[in-house]
């Protein structure tokens, strides 16, 4: 199993010395990555449904403060020299898709390989229609068709693409990335839909676990594994050379307490067999939410999560 962490994208340790200073440390106690959320901003007016919380409202638009994905993992890229920085998800429709892939390209150069591109569709109507992006109720086309063309962009010698939201020809595309053929690609999204995007696009999905709102049960999860499987064997790939990275908050001991036992909560051993269960299904990579109320809370997190947990795991 490989770990990572989410990176905080609001409050008092969203700024600059805060985020390189969690950043070196999780490079320090050698977690597999860290992944960085993407809105580019946030509507006064959202009534657009939120997939992870139950009543369907998002938790973030108070403040509305968000940096920009993409540059805030290019600055993390130069302080950091093994970590695997992942944009988690990226919203493929939000950005033109040939500077998408040259912004791409770039950071995977620049930080010596060490990308790992999460994507996702998007669920908030409001900001696609703020960026004047393509229409959202054809964002799942629209990402297909760009996956398609960054791998095009990425690997040609002579990239052409002619698709209905995207075409090119007659172009260089350089520097190309790093890693061959390109940077994995992990697609989010609970969907049947995404979990075939995944498996015909992508080289794993990236689903959240262990909220009210999707709890993704071991059960639960194996039988989307199958789905995933049986998807790619149509395509003819390997289905076991798909990653299952899975993102899920890590909870106080105290979320159990009085009732059922809640997934990641309580003592380390048995987080360990929560880790362990999923483990078996066949998840590859846990993400953890273990962002701090501030920097020193933070950083005490990380330590305790490498102490406790993965040093054991």
Not at 37 to 47: K, Q, R, Y
Not at 229 to 237: I, L, M, T, W, Y
Not at 256 to 283: K, M, N, W
Request: proline share 9%; with cysteine; charged share 20%.
């Amino acid at each position: 199993m490989k770990f990572g962490f989410y990176l905080p994208n609001h409050g008092p340790a969203a700024r600059p010395e805060p985020l390189a200073a969690i950043a070196r440390k999780g490079d320090e106690l050698g977690f597999y990555c860290m992944v960085a959320g993407d809105h580019i901003l946030v509507p006064e007016t959202i009534d657009s449904p939120y997939p992870y919380t139950v009543s369907g409202e998002f938790p973030g638009g108070d403040g509305g403060e968000y940096f920009e994905q993409l540059t805030l993992l290019s600055y993390l890229a130069g302080v950091t020299s093994r970590m695997r920085l992942v944009p988690s998800v990226m919203i493929v429709p939000h950005r033109p898709p040939l500077l998408t892939a040259k912004i791409l390209a770039t950071l995977d150069v620049l930080s010596q390989g060490r990308l790992t591109l999460g994507v996702g569709v998007g669920w908030m109507e409001e900001e696609f229609q703020a960026l004047g992006a393509p229409p959202f109720a054809e964002r799942g086309g629209v990402t297909n068709e760009y996956l398609r063309a960054f791998k095009e962009l990425w690997t040609s010698d002579n990239p052409t693409f002619q698709g209905k939201y995207c075409q090119f020809a007659n172009l260089k595309f350089l520097p190309k990335p790093v890693q061959e053929p390109h940077p994995p690609i992990w697609v989010g999204g609970q969907s049947r839909l995404a979990i075939r995007r995944a498996a015909e696009l992508g080289n794993g999905w990236h689903p959240v676990g262990g909220i009210p709102a999707s709890p993704l049960e071991p059960e639960d999860l194996a039988q989307d594994l199958a789905f995933m499987h049986r998807c790619a064997e149509r395509v003819q790939r390997d289905p076991s050379e798909l990653d299952v990275a899975m993102k899920t908050p890590l909870y106080d001991v105290a979320s159990s307490a009085g009732g059922p036992h809640r997934r990641f909560s309580g003592e380390p051993g048995q987080i360990l067999q929560d880790v362990q269960t999923y483990e078996d299904i066949g998840v590859t990579h846990l993400i953890f939410d273990i962002r701090g109320s501030d920097l020193d809370h933070a950083l005490e997190r990380l330590e305790w999560f490498a102490t406790e947990i993965m040093a054991h795991a």
